[in-house]
């Protein structure tokens, strides 16, 4: 394990910059201070007044936390709900069915709105379908569609007969995709037959098709959306049209209460090892926390505001701070198919005039991006309704914060740093934006109700001003509930490095005031414009090309994706691969990348070597190449097995061709 605060960003340390609360906003606000206060004296009693209060329960629960199986918690299990009721249904029957639930934008500049009246009637047609098709409660349904209503209607669906999901992103692989069907034994896939990319159809069914045909599966059908009205190839008896079977569906439908702790989702995410992570989440505990934490974060006004969350589905941030959180807080929101910059790239900033938008929740790799564009480019748009800034999936350095402050919030919105992962299913560490003094590039201060902690190898408390390891002491709602299928390797992932305390896999600081600063992750896990991905994952990748022999990845600082893919590979002798230009081995090795998992994995750059540094055990020493790969003087080298195989890659890369 690298040390927790290497490369530690030391010049956060020294950021003085500080916004405290309007008192304009801090008048109105959801959230005050006293919600600490009341968090801190009964932490599991907090959370239950909250699961009384923002969700509606078939079964009201008495049992609030039993962690006697720990680290398995279980949340209000005595209780049942249905999430699709409590995100659509009862907003109707309370009399709201005429707002707007989505504002869906396509890429090419279609729109629909759909209110949580017509919300209701397509779930519930959504959810007969589904039972026609043999889905029942507990089957597993995978989702690989684009951001389209449809994506988040079929979600709802399988939440509402108690069938968890396990939503792909459609940038994923058809090798991705099918091993997370049959991780999941899925028996159905809901596609499309594309979607809008940068101004073109892409298709998206044909990766479905090549998933399905690589090996047998548990599928049975494959639903499919018509959106681009692209040719898809078609098998008769598995693929159905949606437009047969959703929309001639009966529009009445009768929710199923679940117990709180069955499971509404299994969403894969990068680990140290190869093999992707099926992390799942339940029902009640995940429902209350991404509803507290949307509530009180984003201070939502679901009457008045208009929040936009620019996360794809494919993600934790689309699950709950698209689907879940927003929804079952009865919100008005925007949803919006394509790239911000198609056809212009001042899109994002025309859907935020266009609907006035008034929280919008993105990532710093977006806000780097709008920086490099220009200033100019946002300032020719009516931003003047935001409201609420949001930020999320990975530190954001001061100078993004100051500038998204300053061009996009008008100088005048609170921003929150919002820290979480997909394990913790939703907000774990933010400023309230009433009432936290916010300090550019700092997550500050866990929520009320949320025990995180930064501490040494040995498992001490850091004191303010030092640095170690974030961790969570005591369970929290939403938390994962395992990895699917894997126990053990949740138990171990998660709850080996410290005795009793949840590893998060980031490295952090407190600073003299103990607000927390994150630095990072200290794994083998790379954060790629806040889309996580796995080194050893992008290896076995390169690895099974015919000319690789070796390979290692590390994640190299990046002006604007944070980090950066690069990879240095060994070729073979007799494979082919070193009668090729250099040019061509990257150019083929990164497709090669793109077709086994995905282009958003693809290396930004690889280095052809001859060796690799390597331990005496045989352990690759990442920390060496990704100081070749930063530019950097490579440091320590003295536990090299060989310690001139440094030397041998420095001469290497600096010899021509
Ligand atoms: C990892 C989790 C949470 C949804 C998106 C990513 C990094 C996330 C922050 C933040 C610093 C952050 C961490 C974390 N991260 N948010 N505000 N400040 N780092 O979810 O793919 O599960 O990745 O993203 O390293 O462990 P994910």
Redesign the pocket.
Known sequence: MSDPTAGGLENLLSEDRRFAPSPEFAAQANATADLYSWANADRPAFWAEQARELLSWSTPFEQVLDWSDAPVARWFADGTLNAAYNAVDRHVEAGDGDRVALHFEGEGGDTRTLTYADLQREVAKAANALGKLGVGTGDRVAIYLPLIPEAVVTMLACARIGAPHSVVFGGFSAEALYSRIVDAEAKLVVTADGGYRRGAASALKPAVDEALAKGETTVEHVLVVKRTGQDTDWTDGRDVWWADVVDTASDEHEPVAVEAEHPLFILY?SGTTGKPKGIFHTTGGYLTQAAYTHLNVFDLKPETDVYWCTADIG???GHTYVVYGPLVNGATQVIYEGTPDTPHRGRWWEIVQKYGVTILYTAPTAIRTCMKWGEEIPAGFDLSSLRVLG?????INPEAWMWYRRVIGGDRTPIV??????ETGAIMISPLPGVTEAKPGS?QVPLPGIAADVVDDEAHPVPDGGGGYLVIREPWPSMLRGIWGDLERYKDTYWSRFDGLYF???GAKKDADGDIW?L??VDDVM?VS???LSTTEIESALVSHPWVAEAAVVGASDETTGQAVVAFVILRGDAGGGDQSADEVQTTLRNHVAKEIGPIAKPRQILVVAELPKTRSGKIMRRLLRDVAEHREVGDATTLADSSVMDLIAQGLAAPG
């Open positions: 995410t993600w934790v941030t930020s999320v999936g990975e530190p740093d919002t820290w979480w992962q997909t997550a998060a896999g980031d994150l990072g992750r954060n806040g889309h996580r």
